[in-house]
C-alpha cells in the first residue's frame, strides 16, 4: 500500500479490520468489495483491487483478471438478493472524469429498477434509498459468503 494509500479511505477501510463497519462484503486475495455509503441506488457497490492504483494499465494481468471475476461473482449476487431489473457499470478515471477517489481505481456496480430516478435530487439535492446500508448490507453479506469461499469472518 505505501504512502499513497496512507489517506485512501478504500486503503484505510481494507487494512482496518473492521469490515462489517466499513461495508466490505468480501476481501479476495488481489480485490475487494465495499458498499458505497453515499450509494447512487440501493446496493450501489465498487469492486476494487487490494493494491493502491489509480491507474488502470498499472494493474497486472492476475489483478485485472481478479478484479473482473469478482465483479462477475457481485453481479450474481445482486441480482440474487435484490432482483434488479438492470444494472450500470463503471469506472471513473481521474479525478476530471468524476472519480471522487481518484488514485485508487474502483469499477462501481449500481442495480437499476424501472422508476428509480426521480426528481428529489434535482429539487433537494437529496437521494431516496428506501432500505437500509445495515439491512442491504446484511442481505448481500449472506449471499456473498454462499458465492466465495474466501470470506471476511465478521
Not at 457497490?45 to 487490494?50: E, G
Not at 478484479?67 to 438478493?81: H, N
Request: aromatic content about 8%; hydrophobic content about 35%.
Amino acid at each position: 500500500m505505501g504512502k499513497k494509500g496512507k489517506n485512501c479511505f478504500l486503503c484505510q477501510s481494507l487494512k482496518g479490520g473492521k469490515y462489517k463497519q466499513s461495508l466490505i462484503l468480501y476481501r479476495g486475495k488481489k480485490s475487494f468489495v465495499i458498499m458505497n455509503r453515499f450509494p447512487y441506488n440501493t446496493g450501489h457497490l465498487m469492486v476494487c483491487p487490494n493494491r493502491h492504483t489509480g491507474v488502470l494499465e498499472n494493474l497486472t494481468e492476475s489483478e485485472i483478471t481478479d478484479l473482473m471475476k469478482t465483479a462477475q461473482i457481485s453481479i450474481k449476487v445482486i441480482r440474487a438478493t435484490l432482483k434488479p431489473e438492470a444494472l450500470n457499470l463503471g469506472m471513473n478515471l481521474g479525478k476530471i472524469s468524476g472519480a471522487g477517489v481518484a488514485n485508487h481505481l474502483h469499477l462501481h456496480i449500481v442495480p437499476r429498477w424501472s422508476g428509480d430516478t426521480n426528481f428529489m435530487p434535482i429539487l433537494a439535492e437529496t437521494k431516496v434509498v428506501s432500505i437500509s446500508l445495515k439491512e442491504v448490507f446484511n442481505k448481500l453479506k449472506k449471499n456473498f459468503d454462499k458465492h466465495f469461499r474466501d470470506t471476511i469472518k465478521k
